[in-house]
C-alpha cells in the first residue's frame, strides 16, 4: 500500500502468494483464488518486474522480434512508478534504455505517446494529440508521432 492509503486507514483487499491472489476478507470471500503468469507485490522493486518480464522481452527484441511494455490499471496503482521509477527504485524506462544502448552501435529514433481515455496524445509535442493509429499495406504500423533521434541514454529523457 503506498502513503496516502495507510494514511487514510484503509486495509489491504488482496492476499498474495507466489502467483497467486485472493480476497483479503474472509467474510467476502467465494473461494476463488486468481492465478498469473506473475504477481508483483508490495515488497517487490522495478528491478524484479524488469527482471522476470521486461529484460526476456528486450532480449527478443534485440533479436528482431517485435516487443511492448504497457502499463495499464487503475488510477494510483502505481504505473508511473513502475515505467519513471525513483533514485533508489530506477523504473522500466531507465532499466531498459540502459540494455538497449549496451546493444545499439549508433542511435536510436524516439517517440513517446499516452492513450488516455481512448485518445492517443503524442508526449514530445503538445500540440500533437488525438493522433490515429493506421496500417499501410504490408502490414507497418503508422502513427504520425514526432519522432527525435539521440544516441545515449540520457539524451532519451530529454525531449
Keep these: 500500500m503506498i502513503h ?11 492476499n498474495v502468494r507466489e502467483n497467486c491472489i485472493w480476497e483479503a476478507d474472509e467474510s467476502s470471500r467465494h473461494g476463488e483464488v486468481y492465478i498469473f503468469d506473475h504477481i508483483f507485490n508490495q515488497e517487490c522493486t522495478n528491478s524484479d518486474v524488469y527482471g522476470s518480464v521486461v529484460k526476456p522481452l528486450v532480449d527478443s527484441f534485440m533479436e528482431g522480434f517485435n516487443a511492448t511494455i504497457f502499463a495499464y490499471g487503475q488510477t494510483s496503482s502505481g504505473k508511473t ?9 530506477p523504473g522500466l524506462f531507465q532499466l531498459v534504455s540502459n540494455q538497449l544502448f549496451q546493444h545499439v552501435a549508433d542511435q536510436v529514433d524516439k517517440s513517446y505517446i499516452e492513450i488516455y481515455n481512448e485518445k492517443i496524445n503524442d508526449l514530445l509535442d503538445k500540440s500533437n494529440q488525438g493522433l490515429t493509429i493506421r496500417e499501410d499495406i ?3 504500423v503508422l502513427l504520425d508521432a514526432r519522432e527525435a533521434v539521440v544516441d545515449n541514454v540520457d539524451k532519451l529523457w530529454r525531449t
Design 138 to 140: 504490408k502490414g507497418n
Design 4 to 14: 496516502r492509503e495507510v494514511a487514510d486507514g484503509l486495509e489491504r483487499l488482496w
Design 81 to 89: 512508478h513502475t515505467i519513471l521509477g525513483n533514485k533508489t527504485d
